[in-house]
């Protein structure tokens, strides 16, 4: 059973830095994209930054200068966030998503969540 592995999370005060790391856990075919979305009380679930085994990346506007996501290919699929200077809204519950292939059948298709972890950043 394919599974995302997160770990990295804490509490840390404003201007503080912290590391998340994401694992693919089982076997299987091909990675296509890694991310990590993060979800505040009260609101919904948004992208903070995605890279793909193409070399692209992409970033939400509050985290550009500020978050770095690390590049994933098709035999590294850990997908680092660094996270500097953070905010008291950078606060929520951090998931990690990976999408890809079981198999080389064009139909198994994965799109997978980790359980989540919890940045808390006070003032």
């Known amino acids: 059973q394919v599974q995302l592995v997160e770990s990295g999370g804490g509490l840390v005060q404003a201007g503080g830095s912290l590391r998340l790391s994401c694992a693919i856990s089982?076997?299987?075919?091909?990675?296509?994209?890694m991310g990590w979305y993060r979800q505040a009380p009260g609101k919904q679930r948004e992208l903070v930054a995605s890279?793909?085994?193409?070399?692209?990346?992409?970033y939400a506007d509050s985290v550009k200068g500020r978050m770095t996501i690390s590049r994933v290919n098709v035999k590294d699929t850990t997908v680092y966030l660094q996270m500097n200077d953070l905010k008291p809204e950078d606060t929520g519950d951090y998931y990690c998503?990976?999408?890809?292939?079981?198999?080389?059948?064009?139909?198994?298709?994965?799109?997978?969540w980790g359980q989540g972890t919890q940045v808390t950043v006070s003032s």
């Open positions: 089982g076997s299987i075919f091909r990675l296509v994209a």
């Open positions: 998503n990976a999408r890809g292939y079981y198999t080389p059948s064009p139909g198994a298709t994965f799109d997978l």
């Open positions: 890279t793909n085994t193409g070399g692209g990346t992409d």
